[in-house]
């Protein structure tokens, strides 16, 4: 997380269909969730690659769990790095 920087970061979240991904996950307070439960009304493939954008810039985290890829955005790492960030996020219209 370090080397992590913030015009990466808001360059991925620059995208109104990634920027309701993040808002979505931060909803969840924490609790993991499955690809095919963030609500968005696009193409699966584009989905897949709105999250791999997502995870390229650190903003969330994905692990198997058998079949299913559960994603969470990385509070504790991007609230170090740059505090108060998700808040915005979370916040704004």
């Given at each position: 997380?370090?080397?992590?920087e913030l015009h990466i970061v808001m360059q991925a979240m620059s995208d109104p269909w990634r920027l309701a991904i993040v808002r979505q996950l931060?909803?969840?307070?924490?609790?993991?969730?499955?690809?095919?439960?963030?609500?968005?009304?696009?193409?699966?493939a584009t989905r897949s690659h709105h999250f791999e954008v997502l995870r390229a810039a650190g903003i969330i985290f994905t692990e198997m769990d058998g079949t299913k890829c559960m994603t969470c955005v990385r509070q504790?790492?991007?609230n170090k790095r740059f505090p108060?960030?998700?808040?915005?996020?979370s916040t704004a219209k």
């Open positions: 997380m370090k080397d992590l931060l909803l969840s307070k924490g609790r993991a969730l499955a690809c095919n439960e963030v609500r968005l009304d696009i193409a699966k504790a790492e991007l108060g960030l998700l808040k915005l996020i």
